[in-house]
């Protein structure tokens, strides 16, 4: 037997002519998320979506679902023909496997005729329905405001009969506001700044700076496992490697040390935004969130943001650390962050870094370096690794 | 050049005729050892033929050698099959082991210790051996279990165990005396029996034998409680179909390495590697034991302004392969190892201290290359400091 999954989502409603493409956009990643759960249809039927699923695969399907963005919330339905004989049967077998999973001494009828040709009204259906499951639970009552559980019932075409609803992930489909390029560390704000972006419908690629021998080959193996951690949310991720040992090597030995973090942040930033570009991808996003660290000051941002030519977008700008950890945990990349690989990386990270740095004097320091030709070089030796949904 | 690999202490590369045997194990013998008809007793064969390889090696009778997973799983029946009866019956009870100990004795004596056994834990001195007047204050007559490794995993530090068991001996309730012998079996002399080891644990992988396999040696007579309950196999200590091919691989490695001793080459091996570093590189140490002292397989060193890891980066990227510390911790936080820690490593060289350990496949014209590259590798690192 299949499983009907009703979808509803939120924000899209609001759009006017270009809601069919939103809507669109909603479907593929619907689809998508689900390619390998086997038959699937996905039915659009005002404002909401139908999601027809193998019964034994439902709770999986739920699972990804909850992630895709652009939907608020979710409810597994049992099915039947607009019989009242038959919804009556459905009503009560329903609330028996509820009582028998989750228990309740409480429950409330909430009926909605969304087709006006069904004899009986939203009303109608409540008293009578409650009757019926009294007759067959004595042991329930009716609670309106307050009940264990709420049973639903919404006669369309068909009838869905349902218990639950599961909050869906919010925000906009992904892919529906373009793509941005995310400047992925390994650390934990970075992909919870991914994360954010996608939820606002930007499809996210990466880019990651690798600095063999200094940072380990698992240093790397971390960051393919955030972004496996990520497709759920964003659907697939091209991360562009870029190797990044040279330039490390080359600011180290000629610039002075305390500037070392923020030239090799400028580069870093030269190069994310010069692969978004040859990738179509409109935005770079970064995990800064100000204040955190040296080179996350306004003075500094400033001197690293003086590179871009295309939007930045920092989602954790304003938040604390504290909350940055509460969505990695939550989006589950928390664990995978706080592997401890990043930090061999540190031996280029002086002592006393700048936290009120001159951009002039930063320039000046930069001018001694072949920039053209470091981040060519790096640009060359990019390798592109794909994680698909 | 060939890639030069000097991590045997976390593994070693498998013989070629035991892989030989071991496919022809699978291929031809792949009967259930419990099975009654042909194909198992052949089986079964194969099993007690390796059985008594691993025994002779110990110099014990076969029947006293369990085959486990491996090592670690051999420590945690040990000492959890020592435990098992007081766990059970909410008793107390003390347990002796080291500082240094490998972290699947290790984390079974900090869940005991949990449990609300008493744990000691013994210090070493600066060459990593443990001080027998300790030990015999440490002992009580609530004592249950003394377990002390053979040859420490990263530094090369070897107890005297025939002391230790002389000390147990004689002490008022005799503990039970376990010794981890991964890292020594096969290697060095090692004889449970003549030394009072009650217990002593062992591995396939560490002698060029396959991984997933290892032993444990129950004294005749010890009661352990088993850990895995099932069939009944390994005379109920250790239930699960045998491991067939894995065993034979087990047998045999043990076979070759009493028939050919490798500490001799593996000795000159590490001479001429202190040697060469000696010559060409300046401002390191070596870290536990004296050079003839400690196992002749491992040889733990430190550089100044160095970091470890970067070191061994540097090194696998020119296809020489070390290890900072013990394999097994390196996928977990990488605090400072703990045994080098024991031993009073000063931090100057804490941070830059690699492991090398060496295996009869190695030859001196490896080790003159490797130092050539570790030294360019130090020198190189050693220029981008954190300053």
């Not at chain 1, 790397?220 to 991720?237: A, D, F, M, N, Q």
């Not at chain 2, 390796?50 to 051999?74: I, M, N, Y």
Request: neutral net charge.
């Amino acid at each position: 037997m299949d499983t009907v999954i009703l979808l509803r989502y939120g924000e899209i409603h609001l759009k006017g002519l270009n809601r069919p493409f939103f809507e669109g956009c909603l479907v593929d990643n619907i689809k998508a998320s689900l390619n390998d759960i086997g038959p699937v249809t996905v039915k659009n039927g005002r404002g909401r979506f139908f999601v027809t699923c193998p019964q034994e695969r439902a709770e999986e399907a739920m699972g990804r679902l909850s992630r895709v963005f652009g939907l608020i919330s979710l409810s597994p339905a049992i099915v039947c023909e607009r019989d009242m004989a038959a919804i009556e049967k459905q009503a009560v077998a329903l609330v028996g496997k509820r009582l028998e999973r989750a228990g309740g001494k409480t429950f409330r009828m909430s009926c909605r005729r969304a087709d006006k040709q069904f004899p009986m009204d939203s009303m109608e259906m409540n008293r009578h329905l409650g009757g019926v499951i009294l007759d067959a639970y004595p042991e329930l009552s009716v609670d309106l405001s307050n009940a264990d559980i709420d049973l639903h019932v919404e006669v369309r075409e068909q009838v869905y009969l349902y218990t639950e609803t599961i909050q869906g992930a919010g925000g906009m489909p992904v892919g529906s506001g373009g793509k941005a390029m995310l400047m992925l560390s390994g650390g934990i704000d970075s992909p919870v700044a991914g994360w954010m972006m996608a939820k606002r419908g930007l499809s996210i690629e990466g880019v990651h700076f690798h600095s063999f021998p200094y940072t380990s080959e698992r240093a790397k193996e971390k960051v393919y496992e955030l972004c496996r951690h990520l497709t759920p949310w964003c659907g697939s991720i091209r991360l562009h490697v870029a190797p990044f040992t040279e330039i490390q090597e080359s600011i180290y030995q000629q610039c002075p040390h305390e500037e070392l973090v923020l030239i090799m942040r400028r580069f870093m930033m030269q190069i994310a935004q010069r692969t978004a570009e040859t990738n179509g991808a409109g935005a770079l996003v970064t995990g800064e969130s100000v204040g955190q660290v040296a080179s996350q000051t306004l003075e500094s941002l400033t001197v690293t943001n003086d590179v871009a030519r295309m939007p930045v977008f920092r989602p954790l700008i304003g938040l604390d650390k504290v909350e940055i950890m509460d969505i990695a945990r939550r989006i589950d990349t928390y664990e995978t962050s706080i592997q401890p690989y990043e930090d061999c990386c540190t031996i280029f990270t002086p002592k006393h870094p700048l936290t009120r740095p001159n951009l002039d004097r930063i320039l000046r320091s930069e001018k001694k370096l072949d920039i053209e030709g470091l981040v060519g070089r790096a640009m060359e030796g990019i390798e592109v690794v794909e994680f698909t949904r | 050049m060939k890639p030069v690999y000097l991590d045997n202490a976390a593994t070693t590369a498998v013989d070629r005729s035991i892989i030989e045997s071991m496919v022809r194990c699978m291929d031809e013998t792949y009967g259930n050892p419990s099975s009654a008809h042909h194909m198992g007793i052949e089986a079964e064969r194969l099993v007690e033929g390796a059985r008594t390889k691993t025994a002779d090696v110990l110099g014990v009778k076969p029947d006293t050698v369990v085959f486990t997973s491996g090592g670690t799983e051999a420590n945690n029946l040990a000492i959890r099959g020592v435990f098992g009866d007081l766990i059970s019956k909410g008793k107390q009870g003390h347990i002796v082991t080291t500082a240094i100990e490998h972290a699947s004795v290790g984390r079974v004596c900090d869940r005991l210790e949990t449990m609300g056994f008493a744990v000691t834990r013994l210090s070493v001195d600066q060459r990593g051996i443990i001080d027998l007047e300790e030990l015999k204050q440490a002992l009580r007559p609530d004592t249950k279990l003394v377990s002390v490794m053979h040859v420490n995993n990263e530094t090369g530090s070897m107890q005297p165990l025939a002391e230790i068991g002389a000390v147990l001996r004689t002490a008022p309730n005799r503990p039970v005396f376990h010794v981890d012998a991964v890292q020594s079996f096969g290697k060095y002399a090692f004889t449970p029996d003549k030394w009072g080891v009650d217990l002593a644990s062992i591995s396939a992988h560490k002698i060029h034998g396959p991984k997933g396999v290892g032993a444990l040696y129950v004294r005749k007579g010890l009661r352990l409680v088993p850990q895995s309950l099932g069939g009944g196999h390994e005379g109920g200590l250790r239930s699960g179909t045998s491991n067939v091919p894995g065993i034979v691989g087990l047998g045999m490695a043990a076979e070759q390495m009493a028939a050919s001793p490798a500490a001799e080459l593996t000795m000159a091996l590490k001479k001429r590697f202190v040697e060469r570093v000696r010559d060409t590189i300046a401002d390191f140490r070596i870290n536990g034991p004296g050079i003839e002292e400690g196992a002749s397989h491992i040889l733990n060193i430190g550089f100044i302004s160095v970091k470890g890891e970067v070191l061994a980066n540097m090194l696998s990227q020119q296809g020489v392969y070390v290890s900072t510390g013990s394999a097994c911790s390196q996928r977990q936080k990488p605090h400072a190892s703990h045994v080098l820690q024991a031993i009073g490593v000063p931090g100057d060289y804490l941070d830059g201290s690699i492991r090398v350990s060496f295996s009869r496949y190695n030859t001196l014209d490896e080790i003159d290359e490797s130092v050539e590259i570790l030294k360019y590798c130090v020198n190189k690192a050693r220029m981008f400091v954190r300053r």
